[in-house]
Protein backbone atom coordinates (compact mmCIF):
# COMPACT_ATOMS: atom_id res chain seq x y z
CA UNK A 1 0.00 0.00 0.00
CA UNK A 2 1.16 3.45 -1.07
CA UNK A 3 0.29 6.74 0.71
CA UNK A 4 0.81 9.75 -0.87
CA UNK A 5 0.51 12.86 1.35
CA UNK A 6 0.30 16.06 -0.30
CA UNK A 7 0.88 19.97 0.92
CA UNK A 8 -1.59 22.37 -0.05
CA UNK A 9 -2.09 25.91 0.83
CA UNK A 10 -5.15 27.25 2.58
CA UNK A 11 -7.89 27.99 0.48
CA UNK A 12 -11.23 29.31 2.14
CA UNK A 13 -14.88 29.56 1.53
CA UNK A 14 -17.08 31.80 3.38
CA UNK A 15 -20.51 29.57 3.26
CA UNK A 16 -22.85 32.99 3.64
CA UNK A 17 -20.94 35.82 2.88
CA UNK A 18 -24.01 38.44 4.13
CA UNK A 19 -25.93 37.79 7.09
CA UNK A 20 -29.39 39.59 8.20
CA UNK A 21 -29.56 38.98 11.75
CA UNK A 22 -32.10 40.86 14.66
CA UNK A 23 -30.37 41.94 17.88
CA UNK A 24 -30.61 39.16 20.60
CA UNK A 25 -30.43 36.34 17.88
CA UNK A 26 -27.85 34.39 18.10
CA UNK A 27 -26.21 33.30 14.40
CA UNK A 28 -23.26 31.10 13.13
CA UNK A 29 -20.82 32.14 10.71
CA UNK A 30 -18.96 28.91 8.75
CA UNK A 31 -15.99 28.77 6.64
CA UNK A 32 -14.78 25.97 4.63
CA UNK A 33 -11.34 25.68 4.75
CA UNK A 34 -8.74 23.66 2.40
CA UNK A 35 -5.31 22.78 3.45
CA UNK A 36 -2.65 20.19 4.05
CA UNK A 37 -0.68 20.55 6.77
CA UNK A 38 -3.38 20.92 9.15
CA UNK A 39 -3.65 25.00 9.50
CA UNK A 40 -3.89 27.19 12.16
CA UNK A 41 -7.25 28.70 12.36
CA UNK A 42 -9.20 31.59 13.84
CA UNK A 43 -12.20 34.21 13.91
CA UNK A 44 -11.11 38.01 14.50
CA UNK A 45 -14.03 40.79 14.28
CA UNK A 46 -13.67 43.72 12.21
CA UNK A 47 -12.11 45.73 15.26
CA UNK A 48 -8.95 43.59 14.72
CA UNK A 49 -9.95 41.43 18.22
CA UNK A 50 -9.58 37.79 17.77
CA UNK A 51 -12.40 35.75 19.11
CA UNK A 52 -11.72 33.34 21.45
CA UNK A 53 -14.06 30.52 22.97
CA UNK A 54 -16.38 31.99 25.43
CA UNK A 55 -19.99 32.75 26.52
CA UNK A 56 -20.77 35.05 24.29
CA UNK A 57 -18.43 32.79 21.50
CA UNK A 58 -18.16 29.30 20.45
CA UNK A 59 -16.25 28.48 18.22
CA UNK A 60 -15.97 24.83 16.66
CA UNK A 61 -14.24 22.84 14.08
CA UNK A 62 -14.99 19.65 12.03
CA UNK A 63 -12.17 17.95 10.60
CA UNK A 64 -12.19 15.54 7.76
CA UNK A 65 -8.59 14.41 6.12
CA UNK A 66 -7.56 18.10 4.60
CA UNK A 67 -11.02 19.87 4.86
CA UNK A 68 -12.04 21.57 7.95
CA UNK A 69 -15.34 23.76 8.59
CA UNK A 70 -15.21 26.17 11.03
CA UNK A 71 -18.07 27.51 12.82
CA UNK A 72 -18.09 30.89 15.22
CA UNK A 73 -21.51 30.94 17.15
CA UNK A 74 -22.49 34.37 18.25
CA UNK A 75 -24.79 34.42 21.47
CA UNK A 76 -27.12 37.56 21.88
CA UNK A 77 -26.54 39.45 19.28
CA UNK A 78 -25.71 43.52 20.37
CA UNK A 79 -24.77 46.69 18.59
CA UNK A 80 -21.30 45.84 18.61
CA UNK A 81 -21.21 42.40 17.33
CA UNK A 82 -22.66 43.96 13.46
CA UNK A 83 -20.12 44.08 11.00
CA UNK A 84 -17.59 42.13 9.30
CA UNK A 85 -15.75 38.92 10.62
CA UNK A 86 -12.95 37.54 9.01
CA UNK A 87 -11.77 33.63 9.70
CA UNK A 88 -8.01 32.74 9.00
CA UNK A 89 -5.86 29.94 7.90
CA UNK A 90 -2.50 29.41 8.17
CA UNK A 91 -0.31 26.75 7.46
CA UNK A 92 3.99 26.52 6.67
CA UNK A 93 2.34 27.18 2.87
CA UNK A 94 0.66 30.67 3.29
CA UNK A 95 -2.36 31.97 4.73
CA UNK A 96 -5.73 32.59 3.63
CA UNK A 97 -8.88 34.60 5.04
CA UNK A 98 -12.61 34.75 4.37
CA UNK A 99 -14.91 37.79 4.87
CA UNK A 100 -18.55 37.66 6.27
CA UNK A 101 -20.59 40.63 7.12
CA UNK A 102 -23.52 40.41 9.36
CA UNK A 103 -25.76 43.65 9.48
CA UNK A 104 -29.70 43.75 11.02
CA UNK A 105 -32.47 42.69 9.50
CA UNK A 106 -35.45 44.93 7.70
CA UNK A 107 -38.57 45.12 9.04
CA UNK A 108 -41.76 47.20 8.74
CA UNK A 109 -44.20 48.97 11.31
CA UNK A 110 -47.36 49.83 9.92
CA UNK A 111 -48.71 53.21 11.40
CA UNK A 112 -52.49 53.85 9.67
CA UNK A 113 -51.64 53.76 5.91
CA UNK A 114 -48.09 54.94 6.28
CA UNK A 115 -45.08 52.60 6.46
CA UNK A 116 -41.80 52.95 7.82
CA UNK A 117 -39.21 50.55 6.58
CA UNK A 118 -35.75 50.45 8.54
CA UNK A 119 -32.25 48.50 7.58
CA UNK A 120 -30.30 48.71 10.24
CA UNK A 121 -26.41 48.31 9.45
CA UNK A 122 -23.89 48.77 12.19
CA UNK A 123 -20.68 49.83 10.93
CA UNK A 124 -18.12 52.16 13.18
CA UNK A 125 -17.81 55.21 11.92
CA UNK A 126 -14.32 55.57 13.86
CA UNK A 127 -12.65 53.44 16.31
CA UNK A 128 -15.40 54.51 18.46
CA UNK A 129 -18.29 52.56 18.74
CA UNK A 130 -20.19 54.89 17.09
CA UNK A 131 -23.27 53.23 14.55
CA UNK A 132 -25.16 54.07 11.75
CA UNK A 133 -29.04 53.31 10.49
CA UNK A 134 -29.79 54.00 7.47
CA UNK A 135 -33.09 53.38 4.94
CA UNK A 136 -33.90 50.24 3.96
CA UNK A 137 -34.11 49.25 0.16
CA UNK A 138 -36.19 45.90 0.73
CA UNK A 139 -39.02 45.02 -0.69
CA UNK A 140 -41.98 43.81 1.15
CA UNK A 141 -45.84 42.70 0.48
CA UNK A 142 -48.23 45.37 1.90
CA UNK A 143 -50.77 42.63 1.99
CA UNK A 144 -49.32 40.68 4.64
CA UNK A 145 -48.96 43.60 7.22
Known sequence: MILHFYSVRPKIR???QLLAVSKEDNV??????????KPFV?????????LLP????????????????IRLKIIGMED???????????NTLG???GYI???GKCYAMSYGLS???????????????????????????????
Open 115 to 145: ILLKYYTFSPVSRGSSYNCFTCACSINLNHI
Open 101 to 103: RVH
Open 54 to 69: ARKYIITETINSYKTN
Open 95 to 97: ESE
Open 42 to 50: SWIRQDQLI
Open 28 to 37: TLECQIEASP
Open 14 to 16: AIE
Open 80 to 90: KDFGTYKCVAK
